[in-house]
Structure formats: structure tokens, C-alpha cells
């Protein structure tokens, strides 16, 4: 319809036009944040159904998020109505999800694969380097894992990287062997982790050419909204989808690509993304045609200022200028704490002021950080104030023990060679089936070569099985059976009720005394919810349909090293901040793809932000220079930088200086409202000597010095906070001294005077700054 399809450019500026009316060559748009990437999307999409070039099934769009995919279908709703539902618009996961289950015969898999997450997997790749005979210290479970998931996203089978590992090389030759063993464990559990899903994906489609087809005449408009964060497998995935490669023999065009990305957001190249995608793609696709945007709509003058000064001190990048019609608006607010409470206090006071005197609500307002951790102060204060707050990741609801052990019965229940989650539950809650009745029963499996279930159903034949675990075994199998018969017959929630009372799982941490115990009743409530919500929103979808949603929505966007929650606890947490108007406290990586009104960018301090890691990598520091460019990009019209001169990490109070991001930044767009003592150098004396340590916020922590423990042990990260030593102990250069944590040392310089002396001390695990008058040290 014309008159649809003109409205639709309504409201675009020239180069968005172009891009949404683009037809044939593969497409490219290149932009800073905030520019309407993601908005020219959506339109691009309602374009090519209100002009008729294309119906709503021939479109897949794909995204980074769950909550991405949320967001655009609801764009797309609000532009077309009801046919967005009978489109694909969803991540690579989910499409690669969707595929191969759909395909599963074809391959070889049985349809109802189980997907694993990473605790799964690496629980699997434990038992595999176990039975391989492994060194868990020499080569840690973790660090296969993270090799596996490389070569996973690399499109490299545990085949190939046999062959190229080099044996020399000890770790790629327990990587091979263990690669080796997880890739069968994997098969015969007939389970998928999330990087097969990809993968896998695309090995059918090279093997199947008949598959690839398929998929190759049904999609014709493939659209990428970030493009920037995605790996080696997903660019090929996307390769295979558009077709048309010189091998390609079928008669048919390729399909219209069109990718969006900004190379300066590229911020998960710890998960094997590369920015070379979005780099090379007019090479890739000669006949690309690309757009730039350069006006941005989201921030004022004066944010983009200050993120293009911080962005380009970047290697390598093109220059770009992000322009503004909104004006200059506000200058920055900086502020340094005493302590990361102080710095929190200041937030809570600003978020305050902003409600009484600038009429905005706290649901227009996120705080951001770069770790997990930091919360915690934050949400101190706020409960303090009573400021309404959400925070957005945190502990993950799925990822908590009675959660996957539930969700572990129910994956049990829909596919019984899921031998991860078998075991799991084999002695939970406590039968009897201690861990030499798993073995055995394992030794059954293998010498049968029979699945584990299989080998529980003929336990009596297990070497060495006493009769008093032969009972249990017989026990959980029937129990087992039982529950399925429920799942089979009644549904989702009875089975999860069924598998909670039957089990005995709630009974027995309804008869603990321990406090933990009674939020996990509530916490299995809350799954029983969520099951039940499922079933009515789904009235068609089976036990099987609801773990996999459960699959995705837990780990697509779960980031091990930072931490966010997933994509659909964030979309759900963020709209429910947006209405109940209550503040968002979120990662850094999280916010991606969002705005705010006002944004608090907190710790901002050398080592946190940028992370330690950086600090003799180059290619870490431009990473964390996009994760800054990211949060200083989401703030529309105010922006905080905030830091703490001194923040306890790991159990230490560590002396932080400030964060060269924050020097990046153009002074004259900074109001300080309150100053660190070290600007501008570090060390130099400020005017603010009074000192406010002390206080009720410190006075809570354990003390410090619960021995021997190392500043990363789990000990040291409970303890979280410290108590200051009565006395400064006073050294000076060259002196030695003992810690509690860090063990002996040597002082290298002494800085500051009185309660701010600050020593720098080299010890076995690196060099650290001290605040002496909070520091567990003594003289050797
Ligand atoms: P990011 O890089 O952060 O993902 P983006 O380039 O995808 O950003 P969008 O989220 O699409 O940017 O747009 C940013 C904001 O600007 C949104 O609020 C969007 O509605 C608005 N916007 C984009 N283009 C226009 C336009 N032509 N007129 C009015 N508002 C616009
Ligand atoms: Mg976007």
C-alpha cells in the first residue's frame, strides 16, 4: 500500500531513507549510538511489507538479545500490526534453535536435544578430564572449556583441531583429547551447548545442501541488527543463510542482506566476536552498498562530545563525528567519594534532587558499573534512603541450585540420555546413591555401551553395587518413571509439582532450619509461576517447548566474566524499572542498546574501569574504551561520572586512582561537585582533609586477617568489606612487611600523609597500592 509505505519515511532523514528503501546488494549501515540504526531496521522491515517486496514469512531478522528481539518485534507491532507475530525476529541462538530441531533427523539428533549451559558443560568436561586422567590444577576445567567454546566459535570439530593441535604443546593436547570425549559425552547425552547450536547449524547446512535450500528460498531479506559483536560461526551462519557464494549451484539470487553495526560497540570479543566482520564486509560482499549516519538522536551536544573524545583515542578506528540537533544541554556532573558508600550517598542525594527540582522520576535514571559487585553499596544506600530500585542481573534466577535442580528433574524427564542432568539429581535430594554407586553404574554404562539411564534400569548387573544402594537405585528409577508418567500426561506445572512433593525436595527444606533454605522455597515457588504463566500464555506447548524457552532466556546473554543476567530477565527487570518508576542499577554490558534520561556511570577508577586486565594489554584497553564509549552513549540528557578514592575489592581497601576514561574527556565539559585528592596528580594534597571513615557503613564488616586467605579467595570476596586498623603503621621504603592476604612484601614508596598514607608494596601477586590506615599489615 503506497500511501503505508510513504508514511513509513515520515520522520527519517535523508540517509535513514536511503537505507529503507535500499533494494538488492547487500546493505551495510554504519553508525555511532544513538544514531537510529536499530530504528532504520524496523523500518526497513515494515517497508518491504507495506511495498509488497516481500511477505512476512521470507524475513529473519536477527538480533544479539532476547530483549533486542523483544524490542524490535514490538517496533515492528507498532508498525504493521498483528503479521510481526508470523515473522522471525529473534537471536542467533533461537533461529539456530528453531532449525535444528526441525532438522534434527536429518543430522542425526534426536529433536529433543537438551541445551546446556555452561555450568552444564563444564560440569561434563570436568567428569571427561577426570577420566582422562587430567591435572584439574595443570590444565583447569575452565580453561578447556573456554578453549572448546573458541574453537567451537571458530567452526573448528573436534576432528579437525586433532589434527592441528600441536602435540608438543601439553595444553592443546589435553584440549584435543578432552574436545574429543566432550564432543561423544555430547552426542550420546543427545545434548547441545550454546555454542553447537551455531555450529552445528552451519556444518548441517554444508552437509545438507538440500537443508540449506530449503532455508536459502524461504528467507530473502536477512537483517543483523549489531553486527559488531558477532563471532567467526555466526558471520558463516549468516553466509550460508544469504547464499549465492561462487559453489553455489542452485538457481536462485541470493538473499538482500542488510547488517547494522557500530565497530566502536564491539564489546564481546572474550566470547570470540569480531569486529573484522563489520570491517571487512564491503570485501566479503563486493557488491555492498554502505550508509553512514551521523546524526544522533539520542543525547545532547555535550555527551557526544565527551564520547567521541574518549572513543577516539582508539587505534585503528575511522574517525566519526556524531552531531546533534538537541543543543548542548547540561554539562557533565563528577564527583569523587571518600568511599564507594560516599560515592553511593552522593547518587542517592542527585537522584533526589533531580525528583524534587527537575521533575524527573527514578525511573528515568540508571546507575552502571562494571562489575556485579559493586552493587552492593549502592543498593546499601538506597534501601537507606528508600529510594525504589531494581537491580538488572545479579544473582540469576536460573542459575541458582534449586532452580537448575528442579529444571534438572523436568530436562531428565523429557530426555533421559541427558546424562549431565541424571546425575545431577541421581542423590539429590539424599537417597542413598552415594558417589560409588554412580560409578558403578557408570562402569555398566560403558562396558554395555548403554545410556546411563539405561544402566540404572539394570543396576543388579553393576560390578560391585551393594543391596543397600541397589534399593535406591531401583527407588529413583521408579520414581523417575512415576514422574513421567505425570509429565506425559498432565503438563508442565504438574510435573514440576510432582517432581518438588515426590522427590521430597520441598520437604526437606521445609523442615531446614537454615534461613537460605526458606528463600529457596520461595525461589521454587517463583518457578512454579513462571511454569504456570508459560502454560497459560502457551496453552499448546509442551513440557519440552517451556525447557528450552527456560534454555535460552538463562544463558543467551549470560556473559561469564560480565555478568548481567539474561536478555529476557533484563527486558522484563528494565520495563518493570520503566514503570514502577524505580531506578536501574545495571552492568555496563548489559545496557547495550538502551537509553536513559540520566545515567550514573559509577567507578570510574584505574583498574575497575578500565579493568585490571588492561593494564598491559592494549587490545583489553580498547575494548574497555568501547564498554565506556557504550555507557556514555546511553545517557540522553545527563550524565554522572563518579568514582571513590578508596573502595574495598576483594576484601582489601584499595586506593584507586581515577580512571583515565574520565581524563579523556574534555575538562570543560566536567563540573566537579566534589574533587579526589589526587587531581589533578596523583598524591598531591587537596583541600579536603576532614576524613568521615568510620562510620556506620564501615563498622559492619568482619575484620580482616581471617588467615592465609589470598585477595581472590571466596573467603576474602565474603568478607567484602574491612574494618580500619586502629593504628597507621608506619614504614617506608625498602621496609618489609607482611599481610594478611598477600603474604610478605616490600615497600616500594610511601605517598600521602596521616590517614591517607599510601604505600606501595611489591608482593609475590603483583603490586598494590595500601591505604595504610585500613591495611592488615605488619613489619616483618
Ligand atoms: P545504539 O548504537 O545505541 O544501538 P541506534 O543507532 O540503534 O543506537 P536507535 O536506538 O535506533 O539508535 O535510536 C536512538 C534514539 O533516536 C531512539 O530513541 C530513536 O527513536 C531515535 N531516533 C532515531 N532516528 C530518529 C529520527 N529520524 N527522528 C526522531 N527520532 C529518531
Ligand atoms: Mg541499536
Redesign the pocket.
Given at each position: 500500500d503506497e500511501s503505508r509505505a510513504a508514511d513509513l519515511l515520515q520522520?527519517?532523514?535523508p540517509q535513514?531513507e536511503e537505507a529503507v528503501k535500499h533494494a538488492g546488494s547487500p546493505l551495510l549501515i554504519v553508525?555511532g549510538?544513538?544514531?537510529?540504526?536499530?530504528?532504520v531496521l524496523s523500518h526497513r522491515i515494515a517497508y518491504l511489507l507495506a511495498t509488497g517486496r516481500s511477505n512476512p514469512g521470507q524475513i529473519l531478522a536477527i538480533t544479539f538479545t532476547n530483549k533486542a528481539a523483544a524490542e524490535m518485534r514490538e517496533r515492528i507491532e507498532n508498525l504493521v500490526g498483528g503479521v510481526a507475530k508470523t515473522m522471525w525476529i529473534s537471536t542467533f541462538h533461537s533461529s539456530c534453535v528453531r532449525i535444528l530441531r526441525r532438522e534434527a533427523k536429518t543430522v542425526g539428533m534426536n529433536s529433543n536435544f537438551s541445551i546446556y549451559d555452561s555450568a552444564d558443560s563444564l560440569r561434563l568436561i570436568t567428569l571427561v578430564a577426570k577420566g582422562l586422567d587430567l591435572d584439574p590444577k595443570r590444565f583447569t576445567p575452565k580453561s578447556i572449556m573456554h578453549k572448546i567454546s573458541a574453537l567451537k566459535n571458530e567452526l573448528i570439530d573436534e576432528e579437525s583441531y586433532a589434527e592441528s593441535a600441536n602435540s608438543a604443546d601439553p595444553f592443546e593436547s589435553a584440549v584435543a583429547e578432552v574436545y574429543k570425549g566432550y564432543a561423544q559425552r555430547m552426542r550420546q547425552a543427545n545434548a547441545m551447548d550454546f555454542d553447537d547450536l551455531i555450529a552445528q547449524t552451519v556444518f548441517m547446512f554444508r552437509a545438507f545442501p538440500g537443508v540449506a535450500e530449503y532455508y536459502r528460498r524461504r528467507f530473502r531479506h536477512i537483517l543483523v541488527d549489531e553486527y559488531q559483536d558477532t563471532n567467526h560461526a555466526q558471520y558463516a551462519l549468516v553466509r550460508e543463510l544469504v547464499g549465492g557464494g561462487d559453489d553455489d549451484a542452485l538457481d536462485l539470487p541470493p538473499a538482500e542482506l542488510t547488517v547494522v553495526g557500530?565497530s566502536d560497540?564491539s564489546i564481546y570479543a572474550f566470547r570470540g566476536a569480531d569486529v573484522r566482520n563489520i570491517n571487512d564486509f564491503e570485501k566479503d560482499y563486493p557488491s555492498a552498498r554502505t550508509i553512514l549516519l551521523e546524526q544522533n538522536?539520542?543525547s545532547t551536544q555535550t555527551i557526544l562530545n565527551a564520547a567521541n573524545a574518549v572513543i577516539s583515542r582508539n587505534p585503528n578506528r575511522p574517525e566519526k563525528r556524531l552531531w546533534t540537533a538537541e543543543g548542548d544541554g547540561e554539562k557533565i556532573i563528577g564527583y569523587v567519594g571518600e568511599n564507594e558508600h560516599e560515592e553511593a550517598r552522593f547518587i542517592a542525594e542527585e537522584i533526589d534532587r533531580l525528583q524534587d527540582e527537575e521533575n524527573l522520576r527514578p525511573g528515568d535514571v540508571a546507575v552502571f558499573y562494571r562489575t556485579n559487585a559493586q552493587s552492593r553499596s549502592l543498593e546499601d544506600v538506597l534501601v537507606r534512603v528508600g529510594l525504589p530500585y531494581k537491580v538488572v542481573g545479579g544473582t540469576r534466577f536460573y542459575e541458582r541450585k534449586e532452580i537448575k535442580d528442579a529444571l534438572a528433574y523436568l530436562r531428565v524427564l523429557v530426555n533421559s540420555d541427558d546424562v549431565v542432568n541424571l546425575r545431577r539429581i541421581l542423590n539429590e535430594p539424599k537417597r542413598g546413591i552415594g558417589d560409588r554407586a554412580e560409578y558403578s553404574v557408570a562402569a555398566l554404562a560403558e562396558r554395555e555401551r548403554i545410556s546411563f539411564m539405561a544402566a540404572l534400569r539394570r543396576a543388579d548387573e553393576a560390578p560391585g553395587l551393594a543391596t543397600r544402594s541397589l534399593n535406591a537405585v531401583n527407588g529413583f528409577v521408579k520414581l523417575i518413571d512415576d514422574l513421567a508418567e505425570v509429565a506425559s500426561g498432565s503438563g508442565a506445572s504438574a510435573a514440576l509439582e510432582a517432581v518438588l512433593e515426590q522427590t521430597g525436595y520441598l520437604a526437606q527444606l521445609r523442615s531446614s532450619s537454615d534461613p537460605q533454605d526458606e528463600s529457596r522455597v520461595e525461589n521454587l515457588a517463583e518457578l512454579v509461576a513462571v511454569v504456570r504463566e508459560y502454560e497459560r500464555d502457551n496453552p499448546e506447548g509442551s513440557l519440552g517447548e517451556f525447557l528450552e524457552q527456560v534454555s535460552l532466556v538463562a544463558d543467551a546473554d549470560s556473559i561469564p566474566d560480565a555478568p548481567g543476567g539474561s536478555a529476557e530477565e533484563v527486558a522484563a527487570a528494565v520495563e518493570e524499572s520503566r514503570r514502577q518508576g524505580v531506578v536501574t542499577l545495571m552492568t555496563l554490558h548489559t545496557a547495550k542498546?538502551l537509553?536513559f534520561p540520566v545515567v550514573f556511570l559509577t567507578g570510574m577508577e584505574q583498574g575497575l574501569f578500565p579493568h585490571q586486565r588492561s593494564a598491559t594489554d592494549p587490545a583489553e584497553l580498547a575494548e574497555e574504551r568501547r564498554l565506556a564509549y557504550v555507557g556514555l552513549?546511553r545517557a540522553r540528557q545527563r550524565l554522572y561520572l563518579t568514582r571513590s578514592e578508596v573502595r574495598s575489592m576483594w576484601g582489601q581497601s584499595q586506593y584507586n586512582p581515577a580512571s583515565q576514561f574520565v581524563g579523556e574527556v574534555p575538562p570543560e565539559l566536567i563540573e566537579w561537585k566534589r574533587e579526589g585528592m589526587d587531581r589533578p596528580t596523583w598524591g598531591g594534597g587537596g583541600s579536603i582533609t576532614s576524613s568521615r571513615y568510620g562510620g556506620s557503613s564501615w563498622g559492619a564488616g568482619a575484620p580482616m586477617g581471617t588467615g592465609g586467605s589470598t585477595a581472590n579467595s571466596p573467603v576474602a570476596k565474603a568478607i567484602g568489606r574491612v574494618q580500619p586498623q586502629k593504628e597507621v603503621v608506619s614504614v617506608t621504603a625498602g621496609d618489609r612487611v607482611n599481610h594478611t592476604s598477600f603474604g610478605s612484601g616490600t615497600v616500594l614508596a610511601v605517598e600521602g600523609a596521616g590517614d591517607k598514607t599510601v604505600a606501595k608494596v611489591k608482593f609475590d601477586v603483583g603490586e598494590k597500592r595500601l591505604l595504610l590506615r585500613y591495611a592488615p599489615l605488619t613489619k616483618e
Open positions: 520522520g527519517l532523514n535513514q553508525a549510538a544513538g544514531s537510529g540504526k536499530t530504528r557500530d560497540q538522536y539520542r542498546g537509553e552513549t
